[in-house]
């Protein structure tokens, strides 16, 4: 998904659609997640000119919401945004909203790990209980933005393992399962996951929006 400046490519007759994100692990991620769709998948990096949505809200959904939105009116095509979270019992939810930037606004995935195996150090696996949570919007230029949520519950390891995934994936450990995240192959962690089980339910939402704007355009 090279750029091309801020032109969608042309010549090509299936509906685009822009993932609202640069991030490209989550590029990767969705993308996968999207399969079988009938449409041409842009992302931000498609629109160098799109200036970064600030997340500001005080919850996963008014952040994906608020991407969503943002790109779609900033690019004129509908658009498909996640927030995601990392809540932790014992730390009152926390990281939550800010699990992207818990070590700091600069702070890479190895910080925020290590910040949050900080903060649960000598604390036993009934305190070290996580939900990991995702809210995925869907928005077009004209109609109602929609938004499907994912939860997938598990324990924060008191040390990493694997290396694949990223964020949090190498110290949460999802119930049910003997692997962390960063242990299993893309396919598998795909369908238990949080994000995987939101864009489950946001395909038909993605559908039903590209309809309500092919209806729109036809009108």
Known sequence: MTGWGDEPRKGSERTKIVLATRNLHKVEELSRMLAGLDVEILTCRDFPSLPEVVEDGATLEENAIKKAEEVSAGTGLPAVADDTGLEVEALGGAPGVFSARYAGPEATYDDNNRKLLAELAGRAPAERRAVFRCVVAVAAPGAETLFAEGRTEGTILEAPR??????????????????????????????????????????????????????????
């Open 162 to 219: 694997g290396d694949a995934g990223f964020g949090y994936d190498p110290v949460f450990l999802p119930d049910g399962h003997d692997r962390t995240y960063a242990e299993m192959a893309q396919e598998e962690k795909n369908a238990l996951s949080h994000r995987g089980k939101a864009m489950q339910g946001a395909r038909g939402l993605i559908l039903e929006v590209l309809a309500g704007s092919a209806r729109a355009a036809g009108a």
